[in-house]
T-cell receptor
Framework: NAGVTQTPKFQVLKTGQSMTLQCAQD?????MYWYRQDPGMGLRLIYY???????DKGEVPNGYNVSRLNKREFSLRLESAAPSQTSVYFC?????????????FGQGTRLTVV | GQQLNQSPQSMFIQEGEDVSMNCTSS?????WLWYKQDPGEGPVLLIA?????ELTSNGRLTAQFGITRKDSFLNISASIPSDVGIYFC?????????????FGKGTHLIIQP
């Protein structure tokens, strides 16, 4: 069972470069999320998609864009990477919101911007 | 936004000891979730609490949803080496529904042999 799959697992970017983080889930979940995790900060929500065709900003959306390509896939794009975006990025999905226990996280993408 | 305060920030314990950690908020949560994150992995849900006063167990783990709905605790009994990791409390943002989760900053559990 794949669950939530993120690619790539590791990435190094130069300041100003762009890249897209990919996320796919095979559980037919409606809601998908992107978080970043920094030391001592816990996880902070960047963007979320409550259902296919909708996206909304979370706590720290600046510098990012997202696309809910279809029900399975939710990508996160950095148009012009900055060192402050060095972090571990997690994608998550749930059947519908957080009112049930079926919420899963991917293994993370470790991004370094130099 | 809402904030969750977790304590302690880290714990150094001996194998076999019991562990207790808690999470408090200045605002009410209708759901409390406890996650564990192993090194290099994403968080995994341990226990979900949906009702004030609820006490729920999952093996050696026990969690309670505080009566005021502003706090929760997680206990681990008879710790073993695989309990090492970061434990997060989390709750749905005020919008509820499919909005994101607010996470605490985590409690690092380290077990000394």
């Amino acid at each position: 069972n794949a669950g939530v799959t993120q690619t790539p697992k590791f990435q190094v970017l130069k300041t100003g470069q762009s890249m897209t983080l990919q996320c796919a889930q095979d559980m037919n979940h409606n809601s998908m999320y992107w978080y970043r995790q920094d030391p001592g900060m816990g996880l902070r929500l960047i963007y979320y998609s409550a259902s296919e065709g909708t996206t909304d900003k979370g706590e720290v959306p600046n510098g990012y864009n997202v696309s809910r390509l279809n029900k399975r896939e939710f990508s996160l794009r950095l148009e012009s990477a900055a060192p402050s975006q060095t972090s571990v990025y997690f994608c998550a999905s749930s059947e519908s919101g957080w009112e049930n226990t079926e919420a899963f996280f991917g293994q993370g993408t470790r991004l370094t911007v130099v | 936004g809402q904030q969750l305060n977790q304590s302690p920030q880290s714990m150094f314990i001996q194998e076999g000891e019991d562990v207790s950690m808690n999470c408090t908020s200045s605002s009410i949560f209708n759901t409390w979730l406890w996650y564990k994150q192993d090194p290099g992995e994403g968080p995994v849900l341990l226990i979900a609490l949906y009702k004030a006063g609820e006490l729920t167990s999952n093996g050696r783990l026990t969690a309670q949803f505080g009566i005021t709905r502003k706090d929760s605790f997680l206990n681990i009994s008879a710790s073993i080496p695989s309990d090492v990791g970061i434990y997060f409390c989390a709750g749905p943002d005020s919008g509820g529904g499919a909005d994101g989760l607010t996470f605490g900053k985590g409690t690092h559990l380290i077990i000394q042999p």
